[in-house]
């Protein structure tokens, strides 16, 4: 029979506890969502500043619909940028120090391009262990040979530059998706620039949260040390698209080669011109963000007292460091049960033997949401005794 694999696979997954399965959601504010009528308290969002579904971003969308088009109707090069994308653009390499920036629907999609675009004629790229999946099959699918140095270390990263050949381009990111920490950024850059190697940092975790105003890994790093830099907006800046901010020579490079870039509808106007004005929300309201390391100083301080399995991590990514894919997923049932959302997160997203938890706190969150969640995971993991 053919695609035989599509039956073995699923069934596989299944006899694993590692089928996935959708559910549809609704969101009602940026703490709580709604399952089959049922509330639920939300720890599994991205939205770590609580910008979504912030009447500040409800606002600036209703006074930006009447000026700006729902839909680009066209790719970049063909008739789709549009002024909301070229002031967005220029908000962010203004506020970031770079060169130019360039949008995309997606980052998945920003990753792609820029990996397989500036990697089209060979060389090596060195790639953290934990590297997001579209940052890997960029990488793939460009003509470099890939080698992974283990999970931020230097020494490991520095042994395989010193061998490397021809064009070199290192990549990780600012803070990891499914383990919360952060890349030693100074380090990893102090190599590159060592190695003639260019640093690619992905930082759609960072980006709205960490360093001045929010700005992230491109704020504490230099357009020499840090010249490539991807940062996503559906995350903590609330809408959804990301950006690439690159030198003047690689911008047009992109806009020349980059197929994503090229053969792609380019990203709602309305989108851009709301995502903007988020950018600017964000970089006014620092109470945000104080909140939200309040919250996680909150979170990580009783967790301890629990002695809950918390992992490395000071960012808004908590994970609780299971082990097992069903034990993982029999806690979640646990505390869908006393109205507390968390995904579980297993292999093939993490290594065997590390499904987690992915707690993420917000600032949205209140201390009691947060004493909710505690409670429950003590009842749910035996601890509360
Ligand atoms: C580290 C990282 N990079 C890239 C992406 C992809 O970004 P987007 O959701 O905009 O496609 C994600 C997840 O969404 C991510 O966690």
Redesign the pocket.
């Given at each position: 029979m053919a695609f035989e694999f599509i039956v073995s696979e699923l069934a596989a997954r299944r006899a694993a506890s590692l089928l996935r399965q959708r559910q549809i959601i609704e969101q009602v504010d940026g703490r709580t969502l709604l399952v089959d009528g049922q509330p639920y308290l939300n720890f599994s969002s991205?939205d770590y500043l609580g910008m979504a579904h912030s009447d500040d971003l409800k606002l600036a969308a209703a006074q930006a619909a009447p000026d700006w088009a729902a839909g680009s109707g066209a790719s970049p090069l063909v008739t789709g940028h549009s002024q909301a994308h070229a002031k967005l653009e220029a908000h962010l390499a203004e506020h970031l120090g770079r060169e130019r920036v360039l949008l995309f629907n997606?980052?998945?999609?920003?990753?792609q391009a820029l990996i397989q675009t500036l990697m089209s004629h060979g060389g090596h790229i060195l790639a953290d262990k934990l590297s997001?999946a579209?940052?890997l099959d960029g990488a793939l699918a460009s003509k470099a040979k890939l080698q992974r140095f283990r999970h931020n270390d230097m020494c490991h990263l520095a042994g395989l530059l010193a061998s490397a050949a021809g064009d070199k381009l290192v990549i990780s990111?600012g803070v990891?998706?499914m383990d919360g920490d952060a890349a030693p950024l100074l380090d990893i850059s102090a190599l590159c620039q060592q190695h003639q190697a260019m640093l690619y940092i992905?930082d759609?975790?960072g980006f709205g949260v960490n360093g001045d105003l929010g700005l992230g890994a491109g704020s504490m790093l230099e357009p020499a040390q840090l010249p490539l830099l991807?940062a996503?907006?559906?995350?903590a800046i609330g809408t959804?698209?990301?950006f690439l901010a690159v030198p003047e020579d690689i911008y047009a490079y992109l806009v020349n080669f980059a197929r994503h870039y090229i053969y792609s509808t380019a990203m709602s106007p309305l989108l851009a011109a709301i995502t903007l004005t988020s950018l600017k929300l964000l970089q006014k309201q620092p109470w945000r963000r104080e909140k939200l390391k309040e919250n996680i100083q909150l979170f990580r301080e009783k967790a301890r007292q629990l002695a809950l399995p918390l992992m490395d991590s000071q960012t808004a990514i908590q994970p609780l460091l299971i082990g097992d894919a069903q034990q993982s997923l029999t806690l979640c049932q646990k505390l869908k049960a006393q109205g507390i959302w968390v995904t579980a997160i297993r292999p093939p997203t993490v290594p065997q033997g590390s499904s987690r938890l992915r707690v993420t706190i917000c600032a949205s969150h209140t201390k009691a949401d947060i004493t909710a969640l505690l409670d429950a995971l003590a009842r749910g993991m035996g601890n509360d005794a």
């Open positions: 991205n997606s980052g998945f999609a920003a990753n997001h579209s940052m990111e990891f998706s992905d759609a975790h991807m996503t907006f559906g995350k959804s698209g990301a």
